[in-house]
């Protein structure tokens, strides 16, 4: 087993998604960790814009990794290329066309440092242009929409 260097892990996967990576970059730059060190793996699966352009050039505040993939394998591909790169003690998994909300990442932390859980789920709200598919996806019987803050299953 690796040793690990940082408390956080942030993991990132996209595909073509530069416009939006940029959004999900910057709101990265404004979560507060509160002392809690970070790194940010960018799993490139594949694009074909300048989405990985875009992340190695980026300010970010926290230590930075990409992987890339030179075909598109899929999000759970993608995932576990990151967390194989990972040298976090947790690991916190995003999108890249996902702005994160203002102190998700001090919440999540207040979570893995105050439990005995091994993994955690937070709130989703998809969105789509067929609205009735939205819809559908949003509905609270489905998925990590069904549990309440704090359940453990």
Same mark, same amino acid.
């Given at each position: ?98 702005? !994160?909300?203002?102190?998700? !990442? ?48």
């Amino acid at each position: 087993m690796k040793e690990k260097r940082f408390f956080l892990s942030i993991i990132i996967i996209g595909y073509n998604t530069s416009r939006a990576l940029k959004k999900c970059l910057h709101s990265l730059n404004l979560q507060k960790l509160d002392g809690f060190d970070a790194e940010i793996i960018y799993v490139d699966d594949g694009s074909i814009d300048d989405s990985v352009k875009i992340f190695k050039n980026f300010p970010l505040n926290y230590h930075k990794e990409l992987v890339i993939h030179n075909n598109n394998l899929g999000r759970n591909h993608a995932r576990n290329s990151g967390i194989k790169k990972a040298q976090g003690l947790w690991c916190f998994f995003t999108n890249s066309n996902i702005e !994160l909300e203002e102190n998700i !990442l001090k919440n999540y932390i207040n979570f893995c440092t105050q439990s005995n859980a091994i993994g955690f789920v937070g709130p989703v709200f998809y969105t789509c242009n067929d609205k009735r598919f939205e819809n559908y996806l949003n509905k609270s019987w489905r998925g990590v929409l069904k549990l309440k803050s704090g359940d453990v299953v």
